[in-house]
């Protein structure tokens, strides 16, 4: 059973940057594609970006092009969110999620294993 440790979120103020990180306890995820989602309080779980095992296909939603960057290292064993520009409206709990199928997808449900999630909040 493979399980998901988020890091890197915090408080900062409006147009700072964060980079969260996830890496794997069990076993290696280097195989998988890997999501990040988020969730603000009230709101249903929503995709912020997601990569295959080799880069090779990334995906982000519209309000975060341009401002996140999803990557990997393999070797390290770890999946990145490189966040800029960030806005309140990128407040909440980030969470990172491993697909077995090396396919990306939007949808929640699609992944086999998840973080406990890591907060990340945006003051104006």
């Known amino acids: 059973q493979v399980t998901l440790i988020e890091s890197g979120g915090g408080l900062v103020q409006a147009g700072a940057s964060l980079r969260l990180s996830c890496v794997p306890s069990?076993?290696?995820?280097?195989?998988?594609?890997v999501g990040w989602f988020r969730q603000a309080p009230g709101k249903e779980r929503e995709f912020v970006a997601a990569i295959t095992s080799r880069s090779r296909s990334i995906y982000y939603t519209d309000s975060v092009k341009g401002r996140f960057t999803i990557s990997r290292d393999n070797a390290k064993n770890t999946v990145y969110l490189q966040m800029t520009s960030l806005k309140p409206e990128d407040t909440g709990v980030y969470y990172c999620a491993g697909k077995i199928i090396n396919i990306v997808s939007k949808t929640p449900n699609d992944y086999d294993y998840w973080g406990q999630g890591t907060q990340v909040t945006v003051s104006s």
């Open positions: 069990g076993r290696t995820f280097s195989g998988d594609a």
